[in-house]
């Protein structure tokens, strides 16, 4: 289960009539969504500032291609603050916050995902996404890679009930959402494991290594790269850290790390902690 990291964790603009639009302006979001979908009234499917935002972060995560996916992200977000105003899925409930802290964050890892997905040279990854939560990474991975399979797996049944539901309404086929004990279910034979503040190093990799296929690896998003994690890590685990990545998350100030953690027996050397 994800845990609810403070660090990771924690207006409504003028109310448009559905199907109308000043004559000459350009298209809301809402408008451009896939398929019938609600007028949102207040919420950021129609808030051009929150859709220029998404823009510019995309842009300067070198992520600009992927500005054709903005009606569905932040579609997203519209259906994560609907539900989390009765199912608590996050402690984030400022929609600009949401936008960051969530949205931002979890896109910050597709450059090193599609980086893997080249240097394995393979078109169609299989991801878990292990404690996902609300789906975060893995529905806006999976929304961003429509090619790749992502498993978002949570023991907590309106976490998975609010990822299937959103994953029907958004149309995306190659999400499989799973319910269980990450450490209970059979593999799920994935080519990258995943976590965003879901526990320890070492907790991570036992709990959810035996969802790797035998060629997989392991990438935990941490706020910190924490030399303690990395020890505890080595002591009582067959796995290290091979590689630190520092990733920067446009409208946060805070430290992002995207840490890799590779079996011992691949001969890679354990990586200093990342500077970023």
Aim: aromatic residues 4%; contains cysteine; hydrophobic residues 45%.
């Amino acid at each position: 289960m994800k845990s609810q990291n403070p660090e990771l964790d924690a207006r409504q603009p003028g109310i448009r009539q559905p199907g109308t639009r000043q004559s000459g302006a350009m298209p809301s979001v809402s408008d451009r969504l896939p398929g019938p979908y609600p007028v949102i009234q207040g919420g950021l499917a129609v808030d051009a500032a929150s859709e220029a935002r998404l823009n510019h972060a995309l842009a300067a995560m070198g992520l600009a291609d992927d500005q054709v996916h903005g009606p569905r992200l932040l579609a997203y977000l519209h259906h994560l603050q609907r539900w989390n105003r009765t199912y608590n899925l996050t402690a984030i409930r400022d929609p600009a916050q949401m936008l960051v802290q969530h949205l931002f964050d979890s896109l910050a890892v597709l450059p090193t995902l599609r980086e893997l997905a080249m240097q394995r040279a393979q078109r169609a990854l299989k991801i878990a996404d292990v404690g996902s939560g609300a789906g975060l990474p893995g529905i806006i991975i999976a929304l961003c890679e429509p090619r790749w399979t992502v498993v978002c797996i949570d023991a907590v049944g309106k976490k998975t009930a609010f990822m299937r539901q959103v994953a029907g309404l958004l149309g995306l086929t190659n999400v499989q959402v799973q319910q269980g004990r990450i450490e209970s279910m059979p593999s799920v034979q994935a080519d990258i494991v995943i976590s965003r503040a879901f526990a320890s190093l070492a907790d991570f990799v036992r709990l959810a290594a035996h969802h790797c296929n035998p060629d997989g690896l392991m990438l935990a998003m941490k706020g910190q790269d924490l030399p303690a994690e990395r020890e505890d890590l080595l002591q009582h685990t067959d796995w290290h850290v091979a590689r630190a990545i520092g990733l920067q998350v446009p409208e946060l100030a805070a430290q992002r790390c995207l840490l890799q953690l590779a079996p011992n027996a691949t001969g890679t050397e354990p990586m200093r902690p990342c500077d970023a």
